[in-house]
């Protein structure tokens, strides 16, 4: 199992690493888009199209790796109170809800993406953009969201069996996700 997990780990890191490659992308489009601009008067083409399917990539592409390595915002005044069993409850009540909603994304952008690749549906702009692109990224993110939070339950369920004890990972402010 923790093979298993090392190799997700490795995955989570590659699409987060991605994600981090869209902002800088992101950042370097406008900042050349709006240098362009102040200088000629023109905007270069297609700048906001590519900025709008990045932004899905950074969004979703980072789920996994956010999850599994509990770097989402959180607010642990009830889990700081509890231990043991009692915050491993809390911990697979909070993995179930998560599970849910990605669970529900998922089936969702499933959908949509079979509808948006057969149809051949466009993102109409100064440039065309399939819209199974962006679909196909939010799909990727909330599969990688499930996987870690059903690793995370996995890892759950056995602190309440009383067969691991539950790891609780402290950040700094300034700790990076990748």
């Not at 995955?11 to 102040?38: E, K, P, Q, Y």
């Not at 607010?75 to 599970?99: N, Q, R, S, T, W």
Request: net charge positive.
């Amino acid at each position: 199992m923790s093979r298993i997990a090392g190799y997700l780990s490795g995955l989570f890191r590659v699409a987060a690493t991605l994600g981090a490659a869209g902002l800088i992308a992101i950042a370097v489009m406008i900042t050349v888009d709006v240098s362009v601009r102040w200088a000629t008067g023109k905007a270069i083409g297609g700048v906001f199209e590519l900025a709008c399917v990045l932004l899905v990539l950074v969004t979703f592409l980072p789920l996994g790796l956010v999850l599994h390595d509990e770097r989402q915002l959180r607010v642990d005044i009830l889990p700081g109170l509890l231990k043991g069993k009692a915050l491993a409850a809390i911990d697979l009540l909070d993995c179930a809800v998560g599970i849910l909603v990605f669970g529900l994304l998922l089936d969702v952008a499933t959908g949509e993406f079979a509808k948006a690749y057969q149809g051949r549906f466009l993102l109409r702009g100064l440039i065309e953009i399939p819209t199974w692109i962006p679909t196909l990224m939010i799909w990727a993110g909330a599969l990688s969201a499930l996987v870690a939070l059903a690793f995370k339950a996995l890892e759950t369920v056995q602190v309440l069996r009383g067969k691991a004890e539950k790891r609780r990972i402290q950040h700094d402010i300034t700790d990076g996700a990748i």
